[in-house]
């Protein structure tokens, strides 16, 4: 069994900037390779950034440049740093464990003037 908890979403103006994180617990010993997704109203879960062993990152091209994920094996903490924020930014921001089939129950990321 493992938990995940995302949290840091809130409510930005345009341009601004979170720091999402994705903490893990439970049966594991350590995180491995994480995912960062977001679900807008009336769309698909889109996949923004992974990071793997070794630091090895990818992001999507709509959120290149201007996300940075990133981690802290210790605490067993997946970040992501949204800046530059966007009104179609605006979604519901998932972590989940690649391998594992769970996922959290995501932070509400609102980007509003």
């Known amino acids: 069994q493992v938990q995940l908890v995302e949290s840091g979403g809130g409510l930005v103006q345009p341009g601004g900037s979170l720091r999402l994180s994705c903490a893990a617990s439970?049966?594991?010993?350590?995180?491995?390779?994480m995912g960062w997704y977001r679900q807008a109203p009336g769309k698909q879960r889109e996949l923004l950034a992974s990071?793997?062993?070794?630091?090895?990152?990818t992001y999507a091209d709509s959120v290149k440049g201007r996300f940075i994920i990133s981690r802290d094996n210790a605490k067993k903490t997946v970040f992501l740093q949204v800046n530059s924020l966007k009104y179609e930014d605006t979604a519901v921001y998932y972590c989940?464990?690649?391998?594992?089939?769970?996922w959290g129950p995501g932070t509400q990321v609102t980007v509003s003037s």
């Open positions: 990071i793997y062993s070794g630091g090895i990152t």
């Open positions: 439970g049966s594991i010993f350590s995180i491995n390779a």
């Open positions: 989940t464990m690649y391998g594992s089939g769970y």
